[in-house]
Structures are given as C-alpha cells and as structure tokens.
C-alpha cells in the first residue's frame, strides 16, 4: 500500500493545483489548442521541471536510484499520449 500512497497523494494535489489555477475550464483548453493562450502549457512545463529536479534532488540525497526506474516504453507513450490529446481536443475540456 505504501508503494501506491505517496504518487496517489502527489497526483491529488497535483490535480487539485490544476483545478485551483482553472486550468479545467473549457476557455483554457481550447485557448490552448488554438495557440492563444500557453498557460496550461506552462503549468504542465512547469510541473514537468519540478519534477525532474525532484527526482534528481532524491537521487543526490541517496532516497532514490534511477537504476530502479524502469525504461519507457515510447511507442506506448505515443500512442496514448495522442489519444489523450486527440480526446480532449474533441471533447473541448
């Protein structure tokens, strides 16, 4: 259970700081898809960063060995990532 606590507790908080910046609205996606308004791409670059700071700031304390994180499956990230974003696009949210 502990293995599945933390990342559940990050993606909460995660997804409430989305929701708190407004980033759910239907305006700021569209907006975003149109190339008129990059916030959302901002926040997600942002999160992105921090992110990969984190990870490497854990390694350096000795809580975390990158060699325990499994290689990506690129393809697969393709092909989900599209349908996630071809999804949203349609759907406008």
């Given at each position: 259970m502990e293995t599945y606590g933390v990342p559940?507790?990050?993606g909460f908080f995660f997804?409430?700081?989305l929701q708190k910046a407004g980033l759910g609205h239907y305006n700021k996606i569209v907006n975003q898809?149109?190339?008129k308004d990059?916030?959302?791409m901002k926040?997600?670059?942002t999160g992105i960063s921090v992110g990969l700071v984190g990870i490497y700031l854990l390694q350096d304390l000795g809580a975390l060995k990158i060699d325990q994180?499994?290689?990506t499956y690129i393809l697969g990230n393709l092909i989900g990532?599209?349908?996630f974003g071809v999804g949203m696009a349609l759907a406008g949210t």
């Open positions: 559940l507790l990050i997804a409430l700081t898809f149109r190339f990059n916030t959302v926040f997600m670059l994180v499994s290689s990532g599209m349908i």
